[in-house]
């Protein structure tokens, strides 16, 4: 059974960076996974997109974060990350990666717990 464990999240003032982790477990193929993806949902919203990257590290970002966020992966390690930099208020949210897997494909089939991550003013 795979699962997905995000850690970084924490309270950080306006302008500031963070780094989120995302690391899979009980799955060593890194191939196996073919995409990743980071979503956030704030408090009375919809979950939303953030960013995702697929396999060959080709990456696609939200207009809200673009400039800002940067989404990567490490194969090896079966882990992606978001630095975040100039963070702002209305990037308060929990943040959630997911991924997609071989033999489903263009489905997000595993989600993390998520992360919270507080931007103060």
């Known amino acids: 059974q795979v699962q997905l464990v995000e850690s970084g999240g924490r309270l950080v003032q306006a302008g500031g960076s963070l780094r989120l982790s995302c690391a899979a477990s009980?799955?060593?193929?890194?191939?196996?996974?073919?995409?990743w993806g980071w979503f956030r949902q704030a408090p009375g919203k919809e979950r939303e997109f953030v960013a995702d990257i697929n396999q060959s590290g080709g990456a696609y970002s939200a207009d809200s974060v673009k400039g800002r966020f940067t989404i990567s992966r490490d194969n090896a390690k079966n882990t992606v990350y978001l630095q975040m930099n100039n963070l702002k208020p209305e990037d308060t949210a929990v943040y959630y990666c997911a991924a997609q897997v071989l033999g489903n494909p263009g489905r997000w089939s595993y989600w993390g717990q998520g992360t919270q991550v507080t931007v103060s003013s």
């Open positions: 009980g799955r060593t193929s890194s191939t196996y996974f073919m995409g």
